[in-house]
Nanobody, 120 residues
């Protein structure tokens, strides 16, 4: 069974940091690009960041450049999103997405999401 499980969300004050993890199982991790989407009430779903497990190519949305860093540990089948200098507008449910071709292309698998709340 294909599974993506997010962890690391929570409540943090503005300016603080969180690290999200996406643990993958049930498919060949090295063949996929793994990304993060976020969805806030009343706002458009946004592709935040993505990494290719094979070559390490990364993508960042303009809204998070310089603050967020994505990385992967292929031995653990896990992708991390380090989030620094968090702002209230970063508040959203964050979803891990696995794509077997390239970043934000096929959207083959989704995790259940983890809540990130940033207080003023």
């Amino acid at each position: 069974e294909v599974q993506l499980v997010e962890s690391g969300g929570g409540l943090v004050q503005a300016g603080g940091s969180l690290r999200l993890s996406c643990a993958a199982s049930g498919f060949t991790f090295d063949d996929y690009a793994i990304g993060w989407f976020r969805q806030a009430p009343g706002k458009e779903r946004e592709g935040v960041s993505c990494i290719s497990s094979s070559d390490g190519m990364t993508y960042y949305a303009d809204s998070v450049k310089g603050r967020f860093t994505i990385s992967s540990d292929n031995a653990k089948n896990t992708v991390y999103l380090q989030m620094n200098s968090l702002k209230p507008e970063d508040t959203a449910v964050y979803y891990c997405v696995a794509d077997r071709s390239s970043c934000f292309n096929r959207f083959d698998h989704w995790g259940p999401g983890t809540q990130v709340t940033v207080s003023s």
